[in-house]
């Protein structure tokens, strides 16, 4: 089993930025791929940004060139640097993960962004 917990969610004004946490339980030396996902009120949960063991990412096509996912295997932590934010940014964000087997979620952050 895997704990995920993210932080970093906030209330923040449209153009301001914020960088999510995600702390893993287990080490991320051995994932498969991690990232983060979101949810919107009345909305499907959709993928923002994944990193892979190699290291390729990939983003949402809302999310490129505005945010940024990285990690560090030192702390076991997965970020998402989110520059010029938008109020349709807002949403749940949650922190996924899978090591070659089950997928772990966490509980999810709120990121609100205000106009």
């Known amino acids: 089993q895997v704990q995920l917990v993210e932080s970093g969610g906030g209330l923040v004004q449209a153009g301001g930025s914020l960088r999510l946490s995600c702390a893993a339980s287990?080490?991320?030396?051995?994932?498969?791929?991690m990232g983060w996902y979101r949810q919107a009120p009345g909305k499907q949960r959709e993928l923002v940004a994944t990193?892979?063991?190699?290291?390729?990412?990939n983003y949402a096509s809302s999310a490129k060139g505005r945010f940024t996912i990285s990690r560090d295997n030192a702390t076991n932590t997965v970020y998402l640097q989110m520059n010029s934010l938008k109020p349709e940014d807002t949403a749940v964000y949650y922190c996924?993960?899978?090591?070659?087997?089950?997928?772990?979620w966490g509980q999810g952050t709120q990121v609100t962004v205000s106009s």
């Open positions: 996924y993960a899978n090591y070659h087997g089950p997928d772990y």
């Open positions: 287990r080490s991320i030396f051995t994932i498969n791929i």
């Open positions: 990193i892979r063991a190699i290291g390729s990412t």
